[in-house]
């Protein structure tokens, strides 16, 4: 009934089901009732209001009850719909709450897959709806400037622009539940430590290149509904009350319509952040009325600090938020843990999988031939759906690489298994084990025994979601619990060791590189993962997974460490490196890195040949029109991710010695030759101009480069801009 009430308001009367589904379907394609939203606001007391504009539980806000007005619900986050949670954040139990856990944000950019950032949106979405919450916490995806920061493995990657394109599908598969999104963190929370109190200085071009570009993407192509302030200051200034940031650029320049949620507890100031752009203050309670946006929100209004006015336009942000989710008429019908969620999830997880090396040949496994494997590493049965601070999925289920390679072989290969370490890092949320103790020489010893008597082994390594956690950064990147002693001793027993590393940020595997032959990356996958890594290691899926950032060979090449700008001094951190982030560092310093942005290898080879472009002189306006071959020299059907990269020749400002600017995902059977097209807009290879506070588009010769990764460049050629 209560829902009845508002949708009356604000569809003017009450009308036959059929005339609402119509009239819905299109209202759906038109702007939400800006007079009609505005009339309920009229009709709303002060006191309503404000309550309106602040938690009244940990992720839930009041609604109005005389008038119908439900409360907003939102809820976690990127890895699925997290459980229900009581005060103070402990589970609250219930039976209904295991959802879908999808793979982490890492793990989605290494897909390359715009495609597959739309299920997994659609499909989050969906169980979003089924659970009636109706603003979901994602997707986060704040750059990857230092590979140490605990949210890497939330996080995309360190390229805006594989952060935009991925983005935007995320947002739009969301939303296609009538489900708002909710991007995060706006903007720059590229570290943990102090990301509460740390104030970031970068300067404009690169925050503009670098930092926002997703944001933009995700708020004018992807139309979010909901977007969420960052922890952290930028120029002085707490991102939550942070005029530039919310009223000038989202509101302002790109007319953002939404609700601008505050990160929990990332509020610091009442008129401040209300008159600058905040519209919601979220929080873990419980004292909800001594928020900034409750009481001492009504306070100020009266005082005359905010104005009404200021309030009215928050209260229509929320309300018309809810016209397109808990109010959409006709919305469609959720649904929870369903097979198409779980071939989603599996799908991500198969393509997300990178093959770092293989220089024996050993993968894919030759299944005929092999009698016995010892599957060794606590990595092989350790489940990654919760674990560590901050948000995690009660997953109905999580199949274990272990689980996975017994479902696939278990039959006809004997396989067997010793956790080789132990991966307990906290409990309860406080660190109970160092990462640097030592590795235990009795669970070693056992592994060494096992893998002697097997035809191979397979080592599983790496983080998992205790050790990689919101609210920390890692101290450094070496494997933890004693993982590279383990490595040595196995890859010693048995010459058929091959090395999967599971992971969502990068980690030091300089002496794996240089000590194994066979090197698998992997990730924290999701309810599919053993199912989809097992079917990777076996053939049924050719890897196509590609880095989605830079692994240094030491943490002092990282731009960020390089520069001794990080974590920062007096909680300070000058972004000093600027736009050169990333392989926009390496590449441009000539660091080698110990894998390359966009690396990833495959059963097959692929061969490039004959880029081209349509014209050779484009004007501003115009697309860029490119056009190559790439051949499957192998036996196996394969996916390649083709990425066209950009330089500017002779530029008048610094420019990165290059830019990722298009990619495509191709699939190609064995022996065939696909026509692969790539269209890059001249806009896109406009640098931002800070004297003119514009987008300017140098003149002149750009080279284009297209290749396999950031270093594999397989074909380039030159057009001119006039
Ligand atoms: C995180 C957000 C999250 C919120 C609610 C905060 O600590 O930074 O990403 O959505 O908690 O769980």
């Known amino acids: 009934m209560k829902n009845k009430i508002l949708s009356c308001l604000l569809f003017g009367t009450f009308v036959s089901v059929s005339i609402i589904a119509h009239a819905q379907t299109k209202a759906k394609n038109k702007q939400a ?25 940990i992720f839930s806000t009041a609604g109005v009850e005389r008038l119908g007005i439900p409360g907003l619900m939102t809820d976690d986050g990127p890895l699925g719909v997290r459980e229900d949670v009581k005060e103070g954040w402990g589970s609250a139990n219930l039976t209904t709450d295991s959802a879908t856990f999808f793979p982490n944000g890492s793990a989605l950019a290494a897909t390359w897959n715009p495609e597959l950032a739309y299920r997994f949106g659609h499909d989050m979405g969906e169980e979003a709806r089924a659970r009636k919450k109706y603003i979901i916490l994602a997707p986060a995806f704040n750059i990857a400037r230092t590979p140490l920061c605990g949210r890497t493995y939330e996080y995309y990657s360190e390229d805006p622009f594989l952060n935009s394109r991925l983005a935007v599908q995320a947002v739009k598969g969301i939303q296609s539940q009538n489900i708002a999104a909710c991007v995060k963190h706006y903007a720059a929370n590229n570290q943990e430590i102090e ?14 290149e670098i ?15 909901t977007i969420m302030s960052a922890y952290n200051k930028i120029r002085g200034v707490y991102c939550s009350e942070n005029d530039y940031l919310l009223n000038k650029v989202l509101k302002g320049e790109w007319k953002f319509k939404g609700i601008v949620i505050s990160d929990w507890g990332g509020t610091h100031s009442t008129v401040k952040a209300a008159n600058n ?10 004292k909800y009325d001594n928020y900034f946006f409750a009481k001492k929100l009504l306070d100020s209004v009266k005082a005359g600090k905010v104005s009404q ?20 008429t006709n919305p469609p019908a959720g649904k929870m843990n369903t097979p198409a969620h779980s071939k989603t999830v599996y799908d991500v997880a198969a393509e997300s999988v990178v093959l770092l090396k293989n220089d024996k040949n050993l993968l894919p496994l030759k299944t005929g031939s092999i009698k016995s494997i010892a599957v060794i590493g606590d990595n092989a049965t350790h489940t990654f759906h919760l674990g560590g601070f901050g948000a995690g999925v009660k997953a109905k289920y999580e199949v274990t690489p272990l689980a996975g390679l017994q479902n696939r072989l278990g039959k006809s290969i004997d396989i067997k298994f010793a956790q080789g370490y132990s991966g307990v890092y906290r409990q309860h949320g406080k660190s109970i084990n160092e990462p640097t103790k030592p590795a235990d020489s009795a669970m070693v010893a056992a592994a060494v025994s096992l893998a002697k008597t097997t035809d191979m082994a397979i080592l599983f390594i790496g983080g998992n979601r205790d050790y990689e956690s919101e ?14 002693v383990l490595a040595d001793a196995v890859t010693a027993a048995n010459p058929n060791t091959i090395v999967v590393v599971v992971g969502g940020a990068p980690y030091d595997i300089s002496k794996i590189k240089q000590n194994n032959h066979t090197i698998v990356w992997s990730w924290y996958n999701g309810s599919e993962n053993g199912n989809a890594l097992a079917d990777v290691l076996t053939g049924k899926i050719n890897p196509s997974g590609k ?38 560092w390496f590449d441009t310093k000539k660091i080698e890195p110990l894998y390359c942005f966009g690396y990833g290898l495959s059963y097959t080879d692929y061969n490039y040949s004959g880029l081209q472009t349509a014209k050779k002189s484009y004007k501003t306006g115009e697309t860029i029109l490119t056009t190559l071959k790439v051949k499957n020299a192998g036996k196996y059907a394969g996916k390649e991710t083709v990425q066209l990269y950009v330089s500017k020749e002779g530029s008048s400002v610094e420019r990165p010695e290059k830019e990722l600017k298009a990619f495509k995902k191709v699939m190609i059977a064995a022996g065939q030759t696909a026509a692969v097209t790539l269209s890059i807009p001249v806009q896109d290879l406009a640098y931002y101009d800070v004297k003119t506070s514009k987008w300017v588009v140098e003149p002149g010769k750009y080279k284009l480069a297209a290749g396999t990764s950031s270093r594999g460049i397989k074909q380039s050629t030159t057009i001119t801009v006039n």
């Open 309 to 328: 006015k200021v309030i009215d336009e928050k209260v229509h942000r929320i309300l018309w938020v809810m016209y397109h989710t808990s109010m959409s």
């Open 277 to 286: 752009g905040l519209d919601l203050e979220m929080g873990s309670g419980p």
């Open 547 to 584: 880095l989605p950032f830079t692994f240094p060979a030491e943490l002092k090449d990282s731009p960020a460490h390089a520069l001794g700008n990080y974590p920062g001094e007096n909680l300070q951190v000058n972004y000093k490196e600027g736009i050169l982030v990333g392989y926009r």
């Open 471 to 484: 609210g920390s950064d890692r101290k450094d990147l070496s494997l933890p619990f004693g993982e590279q």
């Open 195 to 208: 990301r509460g109190r740390v104030n970031v200085e970068v300067d404009e071009r690169t925050l503009r």
């Open 33 to 57: 009732p800006d007079a009609k939203i505005d009339a309920i606001v009229k009709k709303l007391t002060l006191e309503e209001k404000i309550a309106m504009l602040h938690a009244n539980g």
């Open 211 to 225: 930092y926002l570009p997703a944001f933009k993407a995700s708020i004018t192509e992807g139309n979010a509904w």
